[in-house]
T-cell receptor, first 116, second 109 residues
Framework: DGGITQSPKYLFRKEGQNVTLSCEQN?????MYWYRQDPGQGLRLIYY???????QKGDIAEGYSVSREKKESFPLTVTSAQKNPTAFYLC???????????????FGEGSWLTVV | QKEVEQDPGPLSVPEGAIVSLNCTYS??????FMWYRQYSRKGPELLMY????GNKEDGRFTAQVDKSSKYISLFIRDSQPSDSATYLC?????????FGAGTILRVKS
């Protein structure tokens, strides 16, 4: 089945540790995104990538890093510099970032990160 | 002021009721409008996608866009307990995609 796979579903991190969330898609989409979701705040864009080896900061990129070495993969690292990392993280993809023709965005099932 | 405003709810209705979910927006440049449904601890799934003002129907769901009033709505007819979820509106202009905060809907049997 075509889709977006995120792993792990649940992750616990100690203070000061970096953790990496995996995102893989087999939809042949060029664009991939990472969002953070907190209660009552909706979705906030962390990073996005339009093409392999290219990525752009979103609205809340501080404390996060990404890479895009393969079209189908867009891992997110939550670094120790992120002061409040406990949240629900969503990976998404679309055919392309350019939305002049209104292409839509599809989401993975999400990853829960908790700092302990 | 947020670009997209959405009442967080929760909205509680009895089974079979007609539900109206709404979003307002401030930027007239928004061109494309979407509704996502998100079950607890799951990723959002696309429900409806519209471009122009007017109505779009898909089964029990109707999406309505009023660009002159900067207002969009999602109507759910014959609501079911399985419709209980958070509903997110989303809007696009250029390369910018903006989400509402989501409305929690509870349909009681």
């Amino acid at each position: 089945d075509g889709g977006i796979t995120q792993s792990p579903k649940y992750l616990f991190r100690k203070e000061g540790q970096n953790v990496t969330l995996s995102c893989e898609q087999n939809l042949n989409h060029d664009a991939m995104y990472w969002y953070r979701q907190d209660p009552g705040q909706g979705l906030r864009l962390i990073y996005y990538s339009q093409i392999v080896n290219d990525f752009q900061k979103g609205d809340i990129a501080e404390g996060y890093s990404v890479s895009r070495e393969k079209k189908e993969s867009f891992p997110l690292t939550v670094t120790s510099a992120q002061k409040n990392p406990t949240a629900f993280y969503l990976c998404a993809s679309s055919i392309r970032v350019s939305t002049n023709s209104g292409n839509t965005i599809y989401f993975g099932e999400g990853s829960w990160l908790t700092v302990v | 002021q947020k670009e997209v405003e959405q009442d967080p709810g929760p909205l509680s209705v009895p089974e079979g009721a007609i539900v109206s979910l709404n979003c307002t927006y401030s930027n007239s440049a928004f061109q494309y409008f979407m509704w996502y449904r998100q079950y607890s601890r799951k990723g959002p799934e696309l429900l409806m996608y519209t471009y122009s003002s007017g109505n779009k129907e898909d089964g029990r769901f109707t999406a309505q866009v009023d660009k002159s009033s900067k207002y969009i709505s999602l109507f759910i007819r014959d609501s079911q307990p399985s419709d209980s979820a958070t509903y997110l509106c989303a809007m696009i202009y250029g390369n910018k995609l903006v989400f509402g905060a989501g409305t929690i809907l509870r349909v009681k049997s």
